[in-house]
């Protein structure tokens, strides 16, 4: 089971600068409940701004693969993937997928699922959310709160 959960605005926006261009706590502890202890997939760019966030903590995850183009890339915490596609194309374990942009844009043909929290508001950044052939995928579940609009979306098998 392939999982795939961000949040963004109604355009698609996800970050600036490697960073999230909000700071809502609510959303956060839903990522928090969905992702933590759990396997999860990023980029090398989303792991080195989450290790800013936490400092010297370790983060919140069960076994963390860091996809990298770097060949030398060796991280204490984590396993360095460079086929993001053969891994997840053999992938057999829950993972959740948790950036960034470029990571969403590869993992998005084998999510089973997709958790988007749709962030009310208008901000700035330059990081986006690929386009989403949403004709894949039924709404299952939905909650809407006064700064975000909580979904999920699962694949529909044909």
């Known amino acids: 089971m392939i999982n795939l959960i961000w949040a963004m605005t109604k355009d698609h926006l996800i970050g600036d600068k490697d960073r999230i261009p909000w700071h809502i706590k609510e959303d956060l502890v839903y990522y928090k409940n969905h992702t933590k202890g759990k396997i999860v997939l990023m980029g090398e760019a989303t792991y080195y701004s989450l290790k800013g966030y936490y400092k010297t903590k370790p983060l919140p995850y069960g076994t963390i693969y860091v996809a990298s183009l770097n060949q030398d890339l060796n991280l204490d ?26 990571i969403y844009e590869l993992s998005l043909k084998y999510a089973d699922r997709l958790y988007i929290s749709f962030v009310k508001g208008n901000y700035t950044g330059d990081k986006y959310f690929p386009a989403i052939d949403f004709s894949k995928y039924k709404l299952t579940w939905d909650n809407e709160t006064e700064l975000v609009h909580y979904t999920l979306y699962e694949r529909v098998l044909l």
């Open 77 to 102: 915490d984590a396993i360095v993937i460079h086929d993001v596609d053969q891994f997840l194309a053999n992938f057999t374990e829950e993972l959740w997928v948790v950036g960034g942009a470029t």
